[in-house]
């Protein structure tokens, strides 16, 4: 472990919370719901295991969330838990329970 992690806690959650799998900047247009808010945002940053969302609403870390993301000509519905706030500017996401057909349709988005 790091002095750094030591001294700031912060800094060892989001060593264990950095990102799996390769982000595209694929910007999408999803509907959100879930810890007293609900809402359109956009994707700044997208890949198979999560997503960064741009929008107002303040989803705390933690929160589970509902969306529902336009992509290959269908409606995914994914849920997703909040692993990152930025609270009046958006929020990072991690997919679970993602079905086998959705994980594809990200792979193949993000590889174009």
């Given at each position: 472990?790091?002095?750094?992690?030591?001294?700031?806690?912060?800094?060892?959650?989001?060593?264990?919370?950095?990102?799996?799998?390769?982000?595209?900047?694929?910007?999408?247009?999803?509907?959100f719901e879930g810890a007293?808010?609900?809402?359109?945002?956009?994707?700044?940053?997208?890949?198979?295991?999560?997503?960064?969302?741009?929008?107002?609403?303040?989803?705390?870390?933690?929160a589970f969330v509902l969306?529902?993301?336009?992509?290959?000509?269908?409606?995914?519905?994914?849920?997703?838990?909040?692993?990152?706030?930025?609270?009046?500017?958006?929020?990072?996401?991690?997919?679970?329970?993602?079905?086998?057909?959705?994980?594809?349709?990200?792979?193949?988005?993000?590889?174009?």
């Amino acid at each position: 472990m790091e002095i750094s992690n030591v001294l700031y806690p912060a800094a060892q959650r989001l060593e264990e919370d950095r990102r799996r799998d390769d982000r595209s900047r694929l910007i999408i247009d999803l509907f959100f719901e879930g810890a007293d808010a609900t809402g359109v945002a956009c994707t700044r940053d997208i890949s198979p295991g999560g997503l960064y969302m741009s929008t107002l609403a303040i989803l705390p870390e933690g929160a589970f969330v509902l969306l529902r993301v336009p992509l290959g000509g269908v409606q995914l519905v994914l849920k997703a838990r909040v692993v990152y706030s930025n609270p009046g500017r958006g929020v990072g996401v991690h997919f679970y329970d993602i079905t086998d057909e959705a994980q594809e349709l990200f792979e193949r988005a993000v590889s174009t």
